[in-house]
C-alpha cells in the first residue's frame, strides 16, 4: 500500500514517513503544494496525508482541485489548524478525515486504516486466482493443487498484488514502476524484468498453472495455462 506525505516541516515528514515504512507501507514525501498536487494526481496512491499551509498551493486548494479531477484518494488533512470552521473547510473541499498537530502513532495509523477501507469495499486478506492464494497478511504464495507455499519479497508483493488486483489485463511496465518503485523512482524497465522472473520461478517452484505472459511492446498479463 502507497502512502502520499505532503508537508512542508522536512523533520515531521520524515518521522511520519519512517513510522509508515515499519509497518511495511511504501511512502513518499514531498514538501510542497506544487508537488503536492503533481504526485496526488497521479492517482497511484491508497491515502494521501496533506497538510494545510504549504508553499505555493495550500491543502484546501489541491484537494479542491483533485476532487474536481476525479481523483478519489482518501485524504487525511494533518495540521495544527483546529478551529471548527477549518475543519470544515477542508471536509468541503472533499477530505475524508481531520487530524491536528500534535498527534499520536496509533491513532494516525488507525485512521490511515480506516480510510483505506473504502466505502462498500469488502477488504480481503487474501487474492486468488486459478490455483494460486496469495496472502497480504504473510506474504506468501500457495498452489491449491500441489499444497507448495513460498514467501514473497516486498516488491514481489505488491507486484502479485497488482497483477491478482488485474488478472485478464496487460500492465505496461512503466505503470508497475509508478505503483511498485514510487512515482518519482529512478527504477528502470530491467527492475521490472528482474522482479517478474522472480515471480514467475516462484510459480514453478509451486507447481502452479499461472504464467506471467508477455506481450511485445504492451506489457504482461497474468493468465492460467491451458491444460
Known amino acids: 500500500m502507497r502512502i502520499l506525505i505532503v508537508e512542508d516541516e522536512k523533520r515531521l515528514a520524515e518521522a511520519i514517513g519512517q513510522i509508515l515504512l515499519e509497518k511495511r507501507y511504501m511512502v513518499d514525501i514531498v514538501n510542497d503544494g506544487r508537488d503536492g498536487y503533481d504526485y496526488g494526481r497521479s492517482g497511484i496512491y491508497d491515502c494521501i496525508i496533506l497538510d494545510i499551509m504549504l508553499p505555493y498551493k495550500n491543502g484546501f486548494e489541491i484537494c479542491s482541485i483533485l476532487r474536481k479531477e476525479k481523483i478519489s ?47 462498500g469495499e469488502i477488504i480481503l486478506d487474501e487474492l486468488c486466482f486459478d490455483d494460486i492464494v496469495f496472502s497480504i497478511s504473510t506474504s506468501s504464495l500457495t498452489c491449491t493443487t500441489t499444497s507448495k507455499s513460498i514467501s514473497c519479497s516486498f516488491k514481489e508483493s505488491e507486484m502479485l498484488r497488482i497483477f491478482l488486483s488485474n488478472v485478464g489485463i ?3 511496465k512503466e505503470d508497475l514502476i509508478t505503483k511498485v518503485w514510487g512515482y518519482d523512482s529512478d527504477a528502470q524497465d530491467n527492475n521490472v524484468e528482474a522482479y517478474v522472473s522472480f515471480i514467475r520461478k516462484k510459480l514453478r517452484f509451486i507447481g502452479s498453472r499461472v504464467a506471467i505472459n508477455s506481450y511485445k511492446k504492451l506489457g504482461y498479463k497474468l493468465e492460467a495455462k491451458n491444460d
Open 73 to 119: 484518494t482518501p485524504i487525511l488533512m494533518l495540521t495544527a489548524r483546529d478551529s471548527i470552521s477549518d475543519k470544515v473547510q477542508g471536509l468541503d473541499c472533499g477530505a475524508d478525515d481531520y487530524m491536528t498537530k500534535p498527534f499520536s502513532t496509533e491513532e494516525l495509523l488507525a485512521r490511515i486504516r480506516t480510510l483505506t477501507r473504502r466505502k
Open 170 to 172: 496487460i500492465i505496461s
